[in-house]
């Protein structure tokens, strides 16, 4: 198991910015795929993006495309999502999960470790 811990949520305006972190700890993930996902109230957890281990693999949510950016430091064991012209729609609770293998995937299933979770809301 990885321990996660997600920072970097708050309030922000329609077109702002925001950069959220996830620090890992415990086994190390350098060898997994990690990817972020969220959940808005009354809707289902949905995929954000996912990082292969190397970083060399990235693949988005066509609803964040270009707007967010997926990176990792393994030195740091820390995983970000750097998050551009936001959107109201944005607004969420966002989680990072590290995967069961090195695959980059879409479903929650795939992923088998969980953070707590950080709030991201953007006003209009």
């Known amino acids: 198991q990885v321990q996660l811990v997600e920072s970097g949520g708050g309030l922000v305006q329609a077109g702002g910015s925001l950069r959220l972190s996830c620090a890992a700890s415990?086994?190390?993930?350098?060898?997994?795929?990690m990817g972020w996902f969220r959940q808005a109230p009354g809707k289902e957890r949905e995929f954000v993006g996912a990082?292969?281990?190397?970083?060399?693999?990235?693949l988005y949510a066509n609803s964040v495309k270009g707007r967010f950016t997926i990176s990792k430091d393994n030195a740091k064991n820390t995983v970000y999502l750097q998050m551009s012209s936001l959107k109201p729609e944005d607004t969420a609770v966002y989680y990072c999960?590290?995967?069961?293998?090195?695959?980059?995937?879409?479903?929650?299933?795939?992923?088998?470790?969980w953070g707590q979770g950080t709030q991201v809301t953007v006003s209009s």
């Open positions: 415990g086994r190390t993930f350098s060898r997994n795929a």
């Open positions: 999960a590290a995967a069961t293998t090195d695959k980059v995937r879409y479903g929650t299933r795939e992923y088998d470790s």
């Open positions: 990082i292969s281990w190397s970083g060399g693999i990235t």
